[in-house]
């Protein structure tokens, strides 16, 4: 069996910057995804895209090397910002646990790599399974593709508009967050508020006792309504990841 060194090169570069892409990009950034599965799914997906690359303009090892570097940069980019973007959720349940009292009960979840307390690792689990379900990891793989067309194998990234854009998905993850968990966190504010009224007018009666037990019930039958909601949270947010692609690029 013979091969075409030009295009074996073509599928290394390309399988490089997917694999960046993968290693930071939920769900397949999950302790749980084995990394021969990342590596052979790297390699499936730049043969699945060949047919819309161009062969690297040289094959000497000083631009091979070059254009790998970049291939690097270009997929680690695309993966942070589709981790930031998802690591909203996780965010919105970090504002929950803190507010509703469960922030004392943090720990370190291996398999997401995530600290946090409860409705933190829970959102976070959420978001990583409704990447399947809802069909929003196929959104995003598509456009990884489409960042060939953009950037190709031999091609450049200006760090000035990606910079930019990175600080706008991180401004937008905070944003999204909030957004999720706004309105329970308002009803746990305004418990404490009433709590705090309680005590003014009864000091002999100690509210904030009761406090901790309230807002564990109040989070507990509210939450629910939360998570229905993050569906269309997730879909959205891989649209946005695939709009913040082309802007990470130099597009739109």
């Known amino acids: 069996m013979s091969f075409a060194l030009a295009t074996v090169e073509t599928v290394a570069l390309a399988s490089v910057r997917i694999v960046a892409f993968l290693v930071l990009a939920p769900p397949f950034s999950h302790r749980a995804v084995p990394a021969r599965v990342r590596a052979m799914l790297s390699v499936g997906l730049a043969l699945a895209v060949l047919p819309r690359l161009g062969e690297p303009a040289t094959t000497e090892m000083s631009a091979?090397?070059?254009?790998?570097?970049?291939?690097?940069?270009?997929?680690?980019?695309?993966?942070?910002?589709?981790?930031?973007?998802?690591?909203?959720?996780?965010?919105?349940?970090?504002?929950?646990?803190?507010?509703?009292?469960?922030?004392?009960?943090?720990?370190?979840?291996?398999?997401?790599?995530?600290?946090?307390?409860?409705?933190?690792?829970?959102f976070q689990m959420i978001a990583v399974v409704l990447m399947f379900v809802t069909g929003?990891?196929?959104?995003?793989?598509?456009?990884?593709?489409?960042?060939?067309?953009?950037?190709?194998?031999?091609?450049?990234?200006?760090?000035?508009p990606a910079a930019g854009e990175v600080a706008r998905v991180v401004g937008r993850m905070f944003l999204v967050s909030l957004q999720v968990a706004g309105p329970l966190v308002v009803v746990l504010?305004?418990?404490?508020?009433a709590l705090g009224l309680v005590t003014r007018v009864a000091p002999a009666l100690n509210a904030f006792v009761l406090g901790f037990p309230l807002k564990i019930l109040l989070t507990l039958l509210l939450v629910p309504f939360v998570v229905l909601a993050l569906p269309r949270v997730v879909e959205g947010l891989a649209g946005d990841a695939v709009t913040s692609f082309g802007r990470l690029l130099g597009v739109g």
């Open 64 to 122: 091979f090397f070059g254009a790998l570097v970049v291939q690097v940069l270009v997929g680690a980019l695309l993966g942070f910002v589709t981790y930031a973007l998802v690591a909203a959720v996780a965010a919105a349940g970090s504002f929950i646990d803190f507010f509703g009292g469960f922030q004392i009960a943090q720990a370190y979840d291996p398999q997401s790599m995530v600290m946090g307390a409860q409705f933190t690792r829970l």
């Open 136 to 160: 929003a990891y196929q959104v995003t793989l598509t456009g990884l593709a489409a960042s060939f067309d953009v950037v190709p194998l031999d091609g450049r990234i200006d760090l000035g």
């Open 189 to 193: 504010f305004l418990a404490d508020a």
